[in-house]
């Protein structure tokens, strides 16, 4: 069993910067595939960025690569999205997830733990 508690989301001008923490509980956070998702308002949820187990291999959506990096500490026990270049569109409450395996996928029901969600407001 995998607790996640996301930290860090806020309301940031277009432009600006945020990095949010996502905490896990558990001795067995270093053999899980991390994930970050947003949902805006009135859409679905969507995959932002994932990373594998040992920090290796890193995965983003298309709409922020280049802008947004996915990172972890497996002694702390987190993982941290960096969010450069933030716009408007950005806007969405984001989710911490966790899933067992190797492979990082990009589908919502392929993770089994999921944090609260903290929102995120770009204004223009």
């Known amino acids: 069993q995998v607790q996640l508690v996301e930290s860090g989301g806020g309301l940031v001008q277009a432009g600006g910067s945020l990095r949010l923490s996502c905490a896990a509980s558990?001795?067995?956070?270093?053999?899980?595939?991390m994930g970050w998702f947003r949902q805006g308002p009135g859409k679905e949820r969507e995959f932002v960025a994932g990373?594998?187990?040992?920090?290796?291999?890193?995965y983003y959506a298309d709409s922020v690569k280049g802008r947004f990096t996915i990172s972890r500490d497996n002694a702390k026990n987190t993982v941290y999205l960096q969010m450069n270049s933030l716009k408007p569109e950005d806007t969405a409450v984001y989710y911490c997830?966790?899933?067992?395996?190797?492979?990082?996928?990009?589908?919502?029901?392929?993770?089994?733990?999921w944090g609260q969600g903290t929102q995120v407001t770009v204004s223009s």
């Open positions: 990373i594998s187990w040992s920090g290796a291999n890193t």
């Open positions: 997830t966790a899933r067992a395996g190797t492979a990082v996928f990009t589908t919502p029901v392929s993770y089994a733990y």
């Open positions: 558990g001795r067995t956070f270093s053999s899980y595939v």
